[in-house]
């Protein structure tokens, strides 16, 4: 049984960081590209970040350029989100996310075939 796990969210301040972990369990995931996607309350889950496979290709929305870095460990089947300067705009539930697309980066959430159950964001002004 294919698995992803979060970890990372929290209560953050207005210009705080917070680094999300995404680790994947139950089978290889080679070739998988993985994304983060987030949801507020009210709104449609968004693209925030995604990376290929072999992690030459990074692409991050609009709202989080510069400001958010999507990384992965191997090793340890790994996918890290490090997020600086929040804001309360931020507050969200955010969810990783794998897709077999591998090479490309896609930002559509109906191309990733596994997600995880999602970790709390909540930055405070």
């Known amino acids: 049984q294919v698995q992803l796990v979060e970890s990372g969210g929290g209560l953050v301040q207005a210009g705080g960081s917070l680094r999300l972990s995404c680790t994947a369990s139950?089978?290889?995931?080679?070739?998988?590209?993985m994304g983060w996607f987030r949801q507020a309350p009210g709104k449609e889950r968004e693209f925030v970040a995604a990376?290929?496979?072999?992690?030459?290709?990074?692409y991050y929305a609009d709202s989080g350029q510069g400001r958010f870095t999507i990384s992965k460990a191997y090793t340890e089947n790994t996918t890290s989100l490090q997020m600086n300067n929040l804001n309360p705009d931020d507050t969200a539930v955010y969810y990783c996310?794998?897709?077999?697309?591998?090479?490309?980066?896609?930002?559509?959430?109906?191309?990733?075939?596994?997600w995880g159950q999602g970790t709390q964001v909540t930055v405070s002004s």
């Open positions: 996310a794998a897709g077999a697309h591998g090479i490309v980066i896609v930002t559509s959430p109906s191309a990733y075939e596994y």
């Open positions: 139950g089978r290889p995931f080679s070739g998988y590209a």
């Open positions: 990376i290929t496979w072999s992690g030459g290709s990074t």
